[in-house]
């Protein structure tokens, strides 16, 4: 994955990406990641990137001009780029959108918009995709790439240690994971199941199978409202809603 971030605090972005996976999947030279300053696109004295709403009202707006800049140089050296726009009026990323953009042969190139937003005109002449974490708003789109880059680098192969973890990850099977333990096999009197212990992979399997879906049943019953159901998951889900009384 190849990405340009254009923000107002690239300091902020690269102190990310300098720690754990994101380091090592960049050292391995599967993730590649440069931030760049849109103050550096100005070209007035004060550097300014802002400017008051036309129509009045709160907060300031980035104006046109270095972003237009921006994107300009970082397109001048003909790689195919995929401009997306980090916003609360965004598309929902999920992790469909994120194995989608692992895949991407193109270039990703993220703006980050800090204040009110960015002028219209950017996002309409410029941006591709625009792409929301969630419902809430955040003082700015830079912790929202992040987000988009760390979930999706996840599934390049070579990224994770095991290469089975991305594939067994919550949403993976339109679910959520399975519970994990690790030794000791007894902490503080709060056993592992006794399953767990066995050696019975195929029993292990369908606690696993069975625990993922009593969890997403009681969290995110949305979840399985919309996933195609096979035999086995019916027959699951009507006994555990028969042992929980749901
Ligand atoms: N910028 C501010 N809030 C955001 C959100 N929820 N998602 C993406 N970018 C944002």
Redesign the pocket.
Known sequence: MRCDILTLFPEAVNAFLEFSILKKAREKGLLEVKAYNIRDFTEDRHRVVDDYPYGGGAGMVIKPEPLFKAVEYLKSDNKERLVIF???Q?KQFNYEIARRLSEENRRLLFIC?RYEGIDERVRMALVDEE????D???T??EL?SLVVIDSSVRFIPGVLGDERSALEDSFSQGILDYPHYTRPADFRGMKVPEVLLSGDHEKIRRWREKAAISRTLRQRPDLIEKMKLTEEYLQIIDEIKKEEGL
């Open positions: 980090m916003s609360p965004g918009g792409l929301s974490i969630g809430y708003v955040l700015g789109g929202a």
